[in-house]
């Protein structure tokens, strides 16, 4: 009974070798093959949770990011359809403004820039080499995949009320019960879409 | 003679914003700088290190969250002990937050980078980075338009209202943060001798 059990198991190991081998012949995509940080990882989370301390202090303001795309969206909106955008549920709770949130955003364009700068990182490129290495070099697939991640994740971050930085850090930070679900299930679509597209 | 009542209810008032509206943007212009600048420098602005995140080959994201957690949480825990700061809570709705946490989750990997790290990749030079941003506002905008639909459906699953996980748990505050923070430390040192990067 005990090896009738194990029989197939063993089958199953022996046939799934050869996979392996060829799994391990040619290596899939390695993250680690590509530039790491400049920074040592603490030092800049703690320096982020220092940045928290300050924004909540000076400015009553938790860290966030994902609001300004939907500010620059309502701006787009009220340009081009004022009345119709101001019938929007959303847009009536959260009138489009040039606020703290806004500006912040705007500057950490500007942060990231004077960090590559000075730190010789600067890549000015159209694709990321770990792209190239799984998708090759057609800009046009990039654009419309980075498009499609862009729009989805902000269906999901207004949906959810939040992004990797007003759940993901301001919101679990405040021990926010939201923020906690929503950053497990982040990284719960995150892996799978991730090993789906750099691992089958 | 100060009225103890009184003097309860001024501790717990909101405390008045330090500086002026004004000034304020000008903050978060100073903010939003030390923001993207820590971001580029933990490397969380390169697709590589994103995407080596949701593989479980690459644990910088995690270290950077999970270190930014602890410190911000014990700091703020302590301000807002003193009413130096506010709590800003946003409600928990668990259909909400699961559907969009998965969307975003999703899009989070088809792009490479996430809202707050697409703007410091776009600074370093990641000009790919664009192209999520505009389908950030694309899609802000589709959100805006079913948002009466999700407001009255999505929205109104599992709504808990402003909910703290020591709320849920029925722990005192205080306890909670210094359990949690240790435990997180625990999960760091861990990562670190468990991880290459």
Redesign the interface.
């Known amino acids: 009974m005990r090896i009738c059990r194990k029989a197939p198991c063993f089958i199953g190991v022996l046939a799934l070798l050869p996979l392996h081998v060829a799994v391990a012949v040619e290596p899939g995509a390695n993250a680690l093959n590509y530039p790491g940080p400049a920074w040592s990882p603490y030092i800049v989370g703690a320096g982020i949770g220092v940045l928290s301390w300050l924004t909540f202090y000076f400015s009553d303001s938790p860290i966030g990011a994902s609001s300004f795309y939907a500010k620059v969206s309502g701006f787009i909106g009220k340009r081009f359809a004022k009345r119709h955008t101001e019938s929007l549920a959303y847009f009536k709770d959260n009138p489009p403004c040039m606020d703290w949130e806004f500006v912040f955003v705007v500057a950490t364009i500007a942060g990231g820039a004077i960090a590559a700068l000075t730190g010789g990182e600067f890549t000015s490129e159209w694709l990321p080499a770990m792209w190239v290495a799984r998708f090759g070099d057609s800009i046009a697939l990039r654009a419309v995949v980075a498009f499609g991640g862009g729009v989805l994740m902000a269906v999901g971050a207004r949906l959810a009320g939040g992004c990797t930085s007003g759940h993901g850090i301001s919101g679990t930070l405040q021990l926010n019960v939201a923020s906690w679900i929503s950053v497990v299930c982040f990284f719960i679509g995150g892996i799978t879409v991730a090993m789906l597209l750099f691992k089958l | 003679m100060i009225d103890p009542g009184k003097a309860v209810q001024q501790s717990t008032e909101k405390p008045p ?3 002026a509206a004004t000034s ?2 000008m ?23 994103l ?8 644990f ?1 994201v995690a ?11 014990v ?2 825990f302590v ?1 807002h002990h003193f009413a ?11 259909g ?17 980078y ?16 664009l ?18 639909w ?2 009255r459906t ?2 109104k699953w599992g709504d ?1 209202g ?5 709320d ?1 748990l029925h722990l005192p ?1 205080g306890v ?2 210094v359990g ?1 923070a240790v435990t997180l430390t625990a999960i ?1 040192v861990l990562l670190e001798l468990l991880t ?2």
């Open positions: 914003p330090p500086v304020k943007l903050l978060g212009a100073i903010f939003g700088l030390a923001f993207g600048f820590l971001l580029q420098k933990g490397g969380v602005g390169k697709f590589n290190v995407i080596g995140q949701l593989l479980l080959q690459d910088t270290k950077v969250m999970l270190t930014a957690i602890v410190v911000g949480m700091g703020i301000l130096k700061v506010n709590l800003h809570i946003k409600p928990t709705r668990v909400a937050n699961m559907i969009g946490g998965l969307l975003f989750g999703a899009g989070f990997a088809l792009l490479g996430c809202p707050g790290t697409a703007a410091a990749a776009l600074g370093q030079g990641s000009w790919d980075a192209f999520g941003m505009v389908g950030l506002v694309a899609g802000s905008w589709l959100f805006a338009e079913l948002s009466g999700t407001q999505i929205e808990l402003k909910v703290l996980l020591p849920l505050r909670f943060v949690f760091i290459t990067r």
